[in-house]
């Protein structure tokens, strides 16, 4: 008999190559690496399942949606409501962020048109916005439409694709800043402007956070037709516009910016166009900003004054 043949390990047990212990061994510690992984894929499945609980629970992805289209870019979607983060919003039928259905009152109503500066952002609670606010102060109707990143052409694009709303409104007033003045706005990413809520919270969030996307305000310079489409609007509408020049933070100290703000929104003037300029209101200061353009939700209030002093809404003055 060979001697190699009947080599026993300390055990007892055979320990030759190919024996059936060692066989065992071997399955044994396979079947531990499998359930060692199950286990914690488990773990790591139930540890997003908890994640894409809570996530869902405050809200995290209960943010308003987008209809993409060529004529307006893109718009937040109709009749939608929600809470993000525990901060309320909602949009009517004709994606004015109010809850009420479009119906001109019998008093004053005013269409309040921009950018995110009427839309707002996910710091805000619908009733710190700025179309609520100068409803409250002034006691009449606003109906206020904007979208983030929206440019003048969008707003024009909107209103000439809505006419019941212009019909409607006594008031026309919009909110500019300097780089309102370009080529549309065109809807480029669900990151930035969803058109739907995600399957999952979690892989939204992380492609958010991991993918943070370019800016999509318009490039400064492209004006495209916009100077053109809005001397005619004013033409053809005939009556009172007013225009609110709102500024971001850095033109308050700066008066080389300043000046080239005020020269590049005198580009809309017109016979019917009235301006306000917020940078000769003493009451607004760059501690009013949440960042270089957004008011902070608190100092919303201020802009609201200012257009209901400057509207004489309600013989405001």
């Known amino acids: 008999m060979n001697f190699a043949d009947s080599a026993v390990a300390s055990d007892g047990a055979p320990s030759r190559p190919g024996s059936l212990w060692a066989r065992c061994v071997k399955a044994w510690r396979r079947r531990k690496l499998v359930v060692s992984a199950a286990v914690v894929g488990g773990l790591g499945l139930a540890g997003l399942l908890g994640v894409e609980v809570a996530a869902r629970a405050v809200g995290a992805v209960d943010f308003p949606t987008y209809d993409a289209n060529p004529v307006t870019g893109y718009i937040p979607t109709a009749d939608t409501a929600g809470r993000l983060l525990g901060r309320d919003w909602v949009f009517n039928e004709h994606h004015m962020g109010v809850a009420a259905p479009f119906a001109p009152s019998a008093s004053t109503d005013v269409v309040l048109?921009?950018?995110?500066?009427?839309?707002?952002?996910?710091s805000y609670r619908q009733n710190q916005r700025l179309g609520p606010n100068l409803q409250a102060l002034s006691g009449v109707t606003v109906w206020p439409v904007g979208a983030g990143s929206w440019s003048v052409a969008n707003e024009l694009a909107y209103l000439n694709t809505n006419p019941e709303v212009v019909a409607g409104a006594d008031r026309l007033v919009f909110i500019v800043n300097y780089a309102d003045i370009q080529s549309g706005s065109v809807w480029k990413s669900d990151l930035t402007h969803p058109r739907r809520h995600p399957v999952s919270a979690v892989a939204y969030l992380a492609a958010k956070t991991l993918f943070k996307p370019a800016s999509d305000d318009p490039r400064f310079g492209e004006e495209g037709p916009v100077l053109t489409d809005w001397r005619a609007f004013a033409a053809r509408y005939g009556r009172r516009i007013d225009v609110i020049l709102y500024p971001n933070k850095a033109m308050l100290t700066d008066p080389a910016k300043l000046k080239a703000y005020r020269d590049r929104l005198a580009l809309l003037a017109a016979p019917n166009v009235v301006f306000h300029d917020?940078?000769?209101?003493?009451?607004?200061?760059?501690?009013?900003?949440?960042?270089?353009i957004h008011p902070r939700p608190g100092a919303v209030i201020k802009v609201a004054r200012f257009a209901n002093e400057e509207l004489h809404l309600n013989g405001a003055r």
């Open 113 to 122: 048109i921009g950018d995110s500066l009427v839309y707002g952002t996910s």
């Open 278 to 292: 917020l940078t000769l209101d003493p009451r607004w200061t760059p501690d009013d900003y949440l960042d270089n």
